[in-house]
């Protein structure tokens, strides 16, 4: 079992930066890959990005590619993501999830791949 909690979530202006914290409890977490992603009102929820469970690969949306970076640290238990050149289309409620580490990567960017899911964190973009 493991539990997510994501934290770091604000209000930025546009061209800021936040960093999101996603924090687990249960060791399961360290040999599962994990993935973030968004969900505005009345939309499905979107993939951002997602690591494996070494960290050794990195997946990202196209929207966020080269602005958004993934990283873990399986002996602390976390997942961060650093968001850079934050845009007003980046306003959304930010999720972590963790799933099997057997699952393929080809399914990374699919909410049904993932076991486990945070409570989520605010992130909102002023222009």
């Given at each position: 079992?493991?539990?997510?909690?994501?934290?770091?979530?604000?209000?930025?202006?546009t061209?800021?930066?936040?960093?999101?914290?996603?924090?687990?409890?249960?060791?399961?977490?360290?040999?599962s890959?994990?993935?973030?992603f968004?969900?505005i009102?009345?939309?499905?929820?979107?993939?951002?990005?997602?690591?494996?469970?070494?960290?050794?690969?990195?997946y990202?949306?196209d929207?966020?590619?080269g602005?958004f970076a993934i990283?873990?640290?399986?002996?602390n238990?976390?997942?961060?993501?650093?968001?850079?050149?934050?845009t007003?289309?980046d306003?959304?409620?930010?999720?972590?999830?963790?799933?099997?580490?057997?699952?393929?990567?080809h399914?990374?960017?699919?909410t049904?791949?993932y076991?486990?899911?945070g409570?989520?964190?605010?992130?909102?973009?002023?222009s």
């Amino acid at each position: 079992q493991v539990q997510l909690v994501e934290s770091g979530g604000r209000s930025v202006q546009t061209g800021g930066s936040l960093r999101l914290s996603c924090g687990a409890s249960g060791r399961s977490f360290s040999t599962s890959f994990v993935g973030w992603f968004r969900q505005i009102p009345g939309k499905e929820r979107v993939f951002v990005s997602a690591i494996s469970w070494s960290g050794s690969h990195t997946y990202y949306a196209d929207s966020v590619k080269g602005r958004f970076a993934i990283s873990r640290d399986n002996a602390n238990l976390t997942a961060d993501l650093q968001m850079n050149d934050l845009t007003p289309e980046d306003t959304a409620v930010y999720y972590c999830a963790a799933g099997s580490r057997y699952t393929s990567a080809h399914y990374y960017s699919e909410t049904r791949s993932y076991d486990y899911w945070g409570q989520g964190t605010q992130v909102t973009v002023s222009s």
